[in-house]
């Protein structure tokens, strides 16, 4: 199946009452079924954030830790979308279902490719969506956030004001042209 927009549903969005039935309907205005979802960490990469400062894991460990956090965070907000199924890899996305993305599935796959992401805490589910979207060839990834970018603003200032990951301008450095990137502030 055809990806035409990534959308990356930050973790922390997580906390709202009405996640599910206002992401359903945000979902319904775009212009296009071939949707994928990628959930963000929020809470759960915390708590392996928290573990990491904690007991010493090292960005190795906590990288893979983060990403079965993004798991549960795949399944949890199935368990909130109406509609839904958590898939392992965008080209199981074909069912009429709106797919959700396991990132540890897929980055496990991704992960024996010369061109990987580095495995740092500079790296979160935002650059993990701009990868699947352009290995996806998605015309779109959209960014959905807790609050939105200012006017203005190129990527390395949203990283630097902690609106995007770090590494975020470096992983759509290699974007093509036809990709278009967004924040939409969800709350």
Do not use: Y
């Not at 969005?13 to 945000?26: E, M, Q, S, V």
């Not at 079924?33 to 990469?45: D, E, T």
């Not at 798991?71 to 949890?76: E, P």
């Not at 490719?113 to 805490?121: A, G, K, Y």
């Amino acid at each position: 199946m055809r990806i035409d927009v990534v959308v990356k549903v930050g973790g922390s969005l997580f906390d709202l009452p009405d996640l599910g039935t206002r992401l359903a309907d945000w979902l319904r205005g775009l212009k296009t079924p071939n949707v994928l979802l990628v959930p963000g960490g929020g809470r759960s990469a915390d708590l392996v954030r928290d573990w990491d400062r904690q007991l010493q894991l090292g960005e190795e460990t906590s990288h893979w830790l983060a990403l079965r956090a993004l798991t549960f965070n795949a399944h949890f907000l199935a368990s909130l979308l109406s509609g839904s199924r958590v898939i392992k890899n965008p080209d199981d996305s074909g069912s009429g279902l709106i797919p959700i993305l396991d990132m540890c599935a897929w980055a496990t796959m991704l992960d024996r490719l010369p061109d990987q992401l580095p495995h740092t805490w500079d790296v979160t589910s935002d650059s993990l969506a701009a990868q699947v979207a352009i290995l996806g060839k998605a015309s779109q990834l959209i960014l959905l956030k807790s609050v939105p970018l200012p006017e203005g603003i190129d990527w390395r200032e949203a990283a630097r004001q902690g609106i995007v990951d770090p590494f975020f301008p470096q992983a759509i450095s290699k974007a093509p042209a036809n990709l278009t990137i967004c924040v939409v502030s969800f709350r």
